[in-house]
């Protein structure tokens, strides 16, 4: 079975651009979550979306935004970047919702902002 | 907001000797997971071990091993027989078992093994 594929994996864009993110789970996985890991602050969770709904969110402005397809794919948007924003953007997938589903990371999109 | 603390930004340990690492959280929630996930250099983050924080016995997967104080709000990782490949980042993750799914991260322990 693939894994978590995320594209692209590496990203440069300048102050003020936008810029959208792919994920495309694991095959039969319905549960989309993404993450922002900086070597300031670690993981943070950004959002997680399930039967293409967004069923949590983190504490993060409303530039940051997404969605999920009807076969699971989730793109995530990153609108008037900063440079606040270079980081590895991961997503993980899992079969279900539930607080004890393992979830299966990405190998994460590295942006980075000029 | 739950927080989770990992005070060892780095630990380094000889290779077939044991390691543990180190995890304090902080909730007033009484249904939650724990977990330790690996991240190898440039790799993909892997789950190690998981523990439901209404089971008293420690969970154990192969050489890892964790110790979970419920009361103390501890969950240290233990590595035994540690390899070359045991080498990564490893975090430290709350999850509740009630208020949505999103993970709490801690902000990871750099573990080197020494040949």
């Known amino acids: 079975k693939a894994g978590v594929t995320q594209t692209p994996r590496y990203l440069i864009k300048t102050r003020g651009q936008q810029v959208t993110l792919s994920c495309s789970p694991i095959?039969?996985?319905?549960?989309v979550s993404w993450y922002q890991q900086t070597p300031g602050q670690g993981l943070q969770f950004l959002f997680e979306?399930?039967?293409?709904?967004?069923?949590n969110k983190g504490n993060f402005p409303g530039r940051f935004s997404g969605r999920q397809f009807s076969n699971s794919r989730s793109e995530m948007n990153v609108s008037t970047l900063e440079l606040g924003d270079s980081a590895l953007y991961l997503c993980?997938?899992?079969?279900?919702?539930?607080?004890?589903?393992?979830?299966?990371f990405g190998p994460g999109t590295r942006l980075t902002v000029l | 907001a739950q927080t989770v603390t990992q005070s060892q930004p780095e630990m380094s340990v000889q290779e077939a000797e044991t390691v543990t690492l180190s995890c304090t959280y902080d909730?007033?929630?009484?249904?939650?997971?724990l977990f330790w996930y690996k991240q190898p250099p440039s790799r993909q983050m892997i789950l190690v071990i998981r523990?439901?924080?209404?089971?008293?016995q420690n969970a154990t997967e192969n050489r890892f091993s964790v110790n979970f104080q419920k009361a103390a709000k501890s969950f240290s990782l233990k590595i035994s027989d540690s390899q070359l490949g045991d080498a990564a980042m490893y975090f430290c993750?709350?999850?509740?078992?009630?208020?949505?799914?999103?993970?709490?991260f801690g902000t990871g322990t750099s573990l080197t093994v020494i040949p």
């Open positions: 993980a997938s899992s079969f279900r919702q539930g607080a004890y589903n393992e979830q299966f």
């Open positions: 993750a709350y999850r509740s078992a009630n208020t949505g799914n999103q993970f709490y």
């Open positions: 095959s039969g996985h319905r549960s």
């Open positions: 523990q439901e924080a209404y089971k008293q």
């Open positions: 909730t007033s929630e009484s249904d939650y997971y």
């Open positions: 979306y399930f039967s293409e709904t967004q069923r």
